[in-house]
């Protein structure tokens, strides 16, 4: 694993290529909160220069707002991009990038096991655009090449929510490049510490900040990296006009946390496979869908792992009562934050299957996805065998 990565040396000035820059008077250690929806003008002539782009400087907080600014140049730099986005959720981001990229008849190629409201954006509303969507088993590079050609969007998630399971980025941005397809990854997982998929060649990056970037369960916000290419096409098609403009404060939310992302990385990545390798070895676990076990498509890009998997119990253990028998690991969606969560699958196998990402694609009912917190691995293991033990039939 690389050395820890320091992220310090960026100050909070808010260097900029929207607006100028704008170091804090005061020298604050910490960015001020632009709690603001509207800048003022002096005069008319500074209202038209900014309006013709003669000049720059927030005009209204939908577009533009200084806090949101410095984080969007923060996670610009941390994947090596040129322009970032910042969005009120992963949704938001991921909707918007979408959006950006596809009109009516056009397909989009991405991968099975993709996050369940990802999926759900294909089969409720893009589908509705005439959109088509193929889902292929991105650890077959060889599939995921061959579904290419003639499409206008590849998809990707690295790894896949639920199941982990892994693509070639390298491989698929290269022959989506020839074919003329706009690749995009959803780095939420491995955050852009352990993968840089633009390094890889993939066009744009997505992030539901509200996972190891927010990284305290308080936050709810998104982003979009890539070229200035691509995020001007974002910026100027769709971002303003479905308005899910992350808010000041959640920014700084963000951008607080983002100190500490190192650092809390670095304790997923360790504790996570200390679980991990202690659920391989458990008589009554029989498959874990951890990466750094299951490189399928052979070509892992992490430089590290997040804490974030998922193991399948045997048929001696009752799902329901496991979950329930867990004590320091509590029931709960999302992840990235400082709580050790469960979900069984089985809880969400029950909903539609047509909208159900889960059912469609055969995800197990012994299925117990994982997120390791800040919690030791001892403490988590033991909480584990305790409750594996309690459930036993
Ligand atoms: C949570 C999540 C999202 C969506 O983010 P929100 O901020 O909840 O909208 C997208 N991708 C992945 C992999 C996620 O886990």
């Known amino acids: 694993m690389n050395e820890t990565p320091r992220f310090d040396a960026y100050r909070h000035a808010i260097p900029d290529t929207l607006m100028p820059s704008t170091s804090d008077p005061f020298d604050a250690a910490v960015p001020p909160i632009y709690q603001t929806s509207l800048f003022l003008f002096d005069s008319y002539k500074e209202l038209e220069d900014v309006f013709a782009g003669r000049s720059k400087k927030p005009i209204y907080s939908r577009g533009d707002n200084p806090t949101v600014r410095l984080l969007e140049r923060k996670i610009a730099e941390m994947e090596g991009a040129e322009e970032a986005r910042a969005f009120s959720s992963g949704m938001g981001a991921i909707a918007a990038a979408v959006l950006a990229f596809v009109g009516p008849g056009d397909r989009i190629v991405t991968v099975r096991h993709v996050y369940s409201d990802a999926f759900r954006f294909f089969e409720k509303v893009l589908k509705r655009f ?39 980025l390298t491989a698929i941005a290269e022959a989506a490049r020839r074919h003329g397809v706009v690749t995009m990854v959803d780095n939420s997982w491995a955050t852009p510490l352990y993968q840089k998929p633009l390094a890889s060649g993939i066009d744009i990056v997505i992030h539901a900040a509200s996972k190891y970037l927010g990284g305290q369960s308080d936050t709810v916000a998104g982003l979009v990296t890539g ?26 939310l963000v951008l607080r946390n983002l100190e500490t992302l190192p650092f809390r990385m670095r304790h997923h990545h360790e504790a996570g496979l200390e679980v991990a390798s202690w659920l391989n070895a458990h008589a009554d676990v029989t498959n874990v869908m951890h990466p750094a076990f299951n490189d399928h498509a052979g070509k892992c890009t992490f430089s590290g ?33 400082p709580e050790s969560l469960v979900v069984p699958a089985r809880a969400a196998l029950s909903i539609s299957p047509e909208t159900n990402v889960f059912a469609r694609f055969g995800v197990s009912d012994r299925t117990i996805r994982l997120n390791v917190g800040l919690h030791s691995a001892m403490e988590i293991t033991a909480d584990l065998e305790q409750a594996l033990a309690a459930a036993k039939r």
């Not at 088509?132 to 896949?160: S, W």
């Not at 100027?236 to 700084?252: D, N, Q, R, V």
């Not at 998997?309 to 029931?331: G, H, M, N, P, Q």
């Open 130 to 168: 005439g959109v088509v969507v193929d889902y292929i088993d991105g650890t077959d590079t060889q599939a995921m090449l061959a579904a290419l050609p003639g499409a206008k969007l590849a998809y990707l998630e690295n790894p896949t929510s639920m199941v982990f399971e892994l693509q070639d």
């Open 305 to 337: 792992f997040g804490g974030l998997f998922s193991f399948e119990v045997s048929d001696r253990i009752d799902v329901a009562d496991f979950v329930d028998a867990l004590r320091v690991i509590r029931i709960g969606v999302s992840w990235g934050g």
């Open 227 to 252: 070229s200035k290419a691509h995020i001007d096409r974002i910026n100027s098609e769709i971002y303003p006009y479905t308005g899910a403009k992350l808010a000041p404060f959640e920014a700084w």
